[in-house]
């Protein structure tokens, strides 16, 4: 079935990199997203990536796709305070529309 | 300009009645979705709806009923709450095609006593 898997929390310095990662198993699925999810708030779209790109640059935010693996990564150069949130990936399930969403990384950015 | 909302932000009820939560999207959207994020932040679709169509039924209890009256609206209304019933609950939609965004309400935090 689909599934999707992300480490569950990250501890970073401000001013450093962050990489999170994510595997899916849904070869056919076209779509994969980013999801910021801030204390007590809604879900925010970060960036998305279209399966056959390997890689989508937009500001601090770069994704990597290798589909071989099945797996996806976010980085966020130059990581600010205000960057700690949940990151979820997704993937788009073979129901058609809805996203299957991975149980999200937290990343705690200490200054 | 809100894009998509709920009401209301919090519900805090007693196990056993009858509740509803109400979306709406003013986006044009042919689409909506209903998710839940429990305590864990585990997020599920629970149900997806298309011009008023259920396109999507998860496996979610039958006490869970959305309903659609138009396309900008999807309420979804849950009948002898339950204590794991408790959870965010978070409307979206989206335009049809798989690579069309899904934009997010700001959910609604469900506390069932």
């Known amino acids: 079935g689909e599934d999707v898997e992300q480490s569950l929390f990250l501890s970073v310095r401000e001013g450093d990199s962050s990489v999170i990662n994510c595997t899916y198993t849904d070869s056919s699925s076209t779509y994969l997203y980013w999801y910021k999810q801030e204390p007590g708030a809604g879900l925010q779209l970060l960036t998305y990536?279209?399966?056959?790109?390997d890689m989508k640059q937009d500001q601090r935010l770069t994704v990597l796709l290798n589909k071989k693996d099945k797996h996806l990564s976010l980085r966020i150069a130059d990581t600010q305070t205000g960057d700690s949130a949940i990151y979820f990936c997704?993937?788009?399930?073979?129901?058609?529309?809805?996203?299957?969403f991975g149980k999200g990384t937290t990343l705690s950015v200490s200054s | 300009d809100t894009a998509v909302s709920q009401t209301p932000k919090y519900l805090v009820t007693q196990m056993g009645n009858d509740k509803s939560i109400k979306c709406e999207q003013n986006?044009?959207?042919?689409?909506m979705y209903w998710y839940k994020q429990d305590s864990k932040k585990f997020l599920k679709i629970m149900f997806s709806?298309?011009?008023?169509?259920?396109?999507i039924n998860e496996t979610v209890p039958n006490r869970f009923s959305p309903k659609s009256p138009d396309k900008a609206h999807l309420n979804l209304h849950i009948n002898s709450l339950e204590l794991g019933d408790s959870a965010v609950y978070f409307c979206?939609?989206?335009?049809?095609?798989?690579?069309?965004?899904?934009?997010f309400g700001p959910g609604t935090r469900l506390t069932v006593l």
């Open positions: 990536i279209f399966s056959n790109m």
């Open positions: 997704a993937e788009m399930g073979q129901a058609g529309t809805a996203l299957i």
């Open positions: 986006l044009g959207h042919d689409t």
């Open positions: 979206a939609s989206s335009q049809s095609r798989p690579e069309d965004t899904q934009y």
């Open positions: 709806y298309n011009n008023k169509e259920l396109i």
